[in-house]
T-cell receptor
Framework: SQTIHQWPATLVQPVGSPLSLECTVE??????LYWYRQAAGRGLQLLFY??????ISSEVPQNLSASRPQDRQFILSSKKLLLSDSGFYLC?????????????FGEGSWLTVV | AQSVSQHNHHVILSEAASLELGCNYS??????LFWYVQYPGQHLQLLLK??????LVKGIKGFEAEFIKSKFSFNLRKPSVQWSDTAEYFCAVNEGRDDKIIFGKGTRLHILP
């Protein structure tokens, strides 16, 4: 069965410091990969998605970037964190099948920028 | 561009009451529709999904949703809620066979024992 791992689970970083959140998927090949941010009252905001190695689509221009160096690895980064980057970040994966495109989520990472 | 609107941000019900959470989407073509649930302290789980066929979809834990194409709606229902249904519920839409999945802002459901 497929599993998704995301780390670290919690992170406290000072303003201006870099960020790296990592996500890996096991048990499947060539998944679509996603980064979402969840904020209270704002639902899940799609930040980036990727349909293959090195292919990144950005949905919201901001202080973050994403990379996909390997088929089942997706990384969310920032060179200099802002206070507004605080939030709950979710990695997710999906496979496009005859039934469509169902997305499955990791357990998330809490980022607090201080 | 796709968008998803959930009308109720916070719903409070007593146990055994009936539930209906509204969801509307903006895209006029073929869509795949989802409801996800996030119980307190847990990660997001798929509750049910619609891809094609019978517009009345049954999911886990007694939930169902009805796709009404003419109304661009996919409302979630449960005839009799339980205290354990306290959670946040998210509606989501995927445009045809596109890769993006867009979520609504969520509805917090609080069930009084």
């Amino acid at each position: 069965s497929q599993t998704i791992h995301q780390w670290p689970a919690t992170l406290v970083q000072p303003v201006g410091s870099p960020l790296s959140l990592e996500c890996t998927v096991e048990g499947t090949s060539n998944p679509n990969l996603y980064w979402y941010r969840q904020a209270a009252g704002r639902g899940l905001q799609l930040l980036f998605y990727s349909v293959g190695i090195g292919q990144i689509s950005s949905e919201v221009p901001q202080n973050l970037s994403a990379s996909r160096p390997q088929d089942r690895q997706f990384i969310l980064s920032s060179k200099k964190l802002l206070l507004s980057d605080s939030g709950f970040y979710l990695c997710a994966w999906s496979i496009l099948t005859g039934d469509g495109n169902t997305i499955y989520f990791g357990e998330g990472s809490w980022l607090t920028v201080v | 561009a796709q968008s998803v609107s959930q009308h109720n941000h916070h719903v409070i019900l007593s146990e055994a009451a009936s539930l209906e959470l509204g969801c509307n989407y903006s895209y006029g073509g073929t869509v795949n529709l989802f409801w996800y649930v996030q119980y307190p302290g847990q990660h997001l789980q798929l509750l049910l999904k619609y891809f094609s066929g019978d517009p009345l979809v049954k999911g886990i834990k007694g939930f169902e949703a009805e796709f009404i194409k003419s109304k661009f709606s996919f409302n979630l229902r449960k005839p009799s809620v339980q205290w354990s249904d306290t959670a946040e519920y998210f509606c989501a839409v995927n445009e045809g066979r596109d890769d993006k999945i867009i979520f609504g802002k969520g509805t917090r459901l609080h069930i009084l024992p």
